[in-house]
């Protein structure tokens, strides 16, 4: 039995991963679930699932939950959340917390030596280096939920093990986002009604946005970076409106191998949470025949100019990718709140990269002042649009 512990469990990644535990309680203790400041459909989860100790990153939430629950410890703010990690004694956490927000908890659980089931890609976009440093130091595993990389994951176990040296290029696939298609001028006025349709993906809004401009894809070339240890002129991006190939690894021979199935997260959330185990998930088997077609074309960078700002503050390194990734979270907030254009999103960000510039990593402290300095250089420029 793996002692899990569940780190954003009212969200969509949360909530699925809640649905796979709840098919395997012979593999599951849950030892703990984590929101930010829903703390009544926390409490519910908690109810639900009998989890006894729960952690709300929102104070006052924390305040209301403790008062409502009296069979249960709740522990309160970013401390009380990397208390709960750190004294759960868990096998693995499931870190589905949105944004870089997640990143101390991934800190946290990888310096106490426990595997990190990883759907928050912000950790890795943010502080790469050290997480991954982190991982080699105390032998905890990074084992991916993004579909794309738990595509790889997968594709590359085998692989990796008999002939290291004959992997040549990944490439990860995008749907394209609902403006598939658009010009620039035509984004100028599209709403935030139209930006959360999103064509094949049903997720939380922060990344249905970035599935939208495209910077979803820019930081999924990171992730990956990060996760495989690929060079960025190995890693490509190619629209594939029908999200049914997730990713592709392309060997030394000129055989490419590709990770099908249709779009659910039930999928790399099973693969993750089992690992390395497989368990049936209820899904339909692919009906190729049914799909059809599927169609690949590249990328319209002129359009969706966040995937090249993603690439350039991947290769330009150090704080760089913290920077970008701080400044789209004020950005997507933002045009969430009705506050900023869909295009004023990646206007912001790229002159938030060109304000703070990128400096060198020292410590995991460089990169939550990078990143502080970065949202507010970012609120302001969203204030002055307003
Ligand atoms: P979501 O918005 O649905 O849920 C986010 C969860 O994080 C919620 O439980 C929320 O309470 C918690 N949270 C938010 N801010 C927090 C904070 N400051 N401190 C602590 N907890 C906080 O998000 P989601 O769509 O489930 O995505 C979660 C992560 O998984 C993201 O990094 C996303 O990029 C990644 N991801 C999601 C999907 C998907 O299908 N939804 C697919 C691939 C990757
Ligand atoms: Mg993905």
């Not at 929102?58 to 008062?67: F, G, L």
């Not at 990944?170 to 709403?191: I, Y």
């Not at 939550?368 to 649009?385: G, N, S």
Request: proline share 5%.
């Amino acid at each position: 039995m793996k002692r899990l512990l569940i780190l954003g469990a009212t969200g969509s990644v949360g909530r699925q991963a809640l649905d796979v535990v709840a098919r395997a309680p012979e593999a599951f203790e849950l030892v703990g679930l984590s929101a930010d400041s829903g703390w009544d459909a926390l409490l519910w989860l908690a109810r639900q699932h009998r989890v006894k100790r729960i952690a709300l990153a929102d104070p006052d939430a924390a305040a209301r939950a403790s008062e409502a629950w009296t069979d249960g410890e709740v522990l309160s703010g970013p401390e009380g959340l990397a208390r709960l990690v750190a004294e759960a004694d868990a096998d693995l956490v499931l870190n589905a917390i949105v944004g870089s927000a997640g990143l101390g908890p991934t800190i946290v659980a990888l310096t106490e030596g426990i595997d990190v089931a990883l759907a928050n890609k912000e950790s890795l976009v943010v502080g790469g280096e050290l997480v991954r440093a982190l991982s080699e130091a105390t032998g905890a595993q990074l084992i991916p939920v993004d579909s794309e990389h738990s595509a790889l994951h997968q594709l590359i176990h085998g692989e990796i093990c008999t002939h290291p040296a004959s992997i040549d290029r990944l490439t990860v696939t995008a749907s394209g986002g609902p403006f598939r298609g658009r010009t620039r001028a035509e984004l100028e006025h599209v709403t935030i009604e139209d930006a959360l349709k999103h064509p094949t993906w049903e997720m939380g809004g922060k990344i249905t946005i970035d599935s939208a401009t495209l910077m979803n894809k820019g930081l999924e070339v990171i992730e990956a970076h990060h996760l495989f240890g690929t060079p960025y002129d190995r890693l490509d991006v190619v629209v594939h409106p029908q999200s049914i190939v997730h990713a592709l690894v392309s060997l030394c021979d000129g055989a490419t191998l590709a990770h099908l199935g249709y779009p659910d997260m039930q999928v790399p959330i099973a693969y993750a949470l089992h690992h390395p185990d497989r368990v049936e998930v209820p899904v339909p088997a692919l009906d190729l025949a049914q799909v059809g077609a599927l169609t690949f074309e590249a990328p319209d960078e002129e359009a969706f100019p966040c995937l090249r700002l993603a690439r350039d503050a991947a290769v330009a390194g150090g704080t760089a990718p913290c920077v970008l990734n701080a400044a789209n979270e004020v950005a997507v907030h933002a045009f969430l709140a009705g506050r900023l254009a869909f295009t004023g999103i990646a206007q912001v960000i790229e002159t938030t990269l060109e304000r703070v510039g990128a400096g060198r990593v020292h410590s995991f402290d460089t990169l939550f002042d990078a990143d502080a300095h970065a949202r507010e250089t970012a609120a302001d420029l969203v204030e002055v649009r307003a």
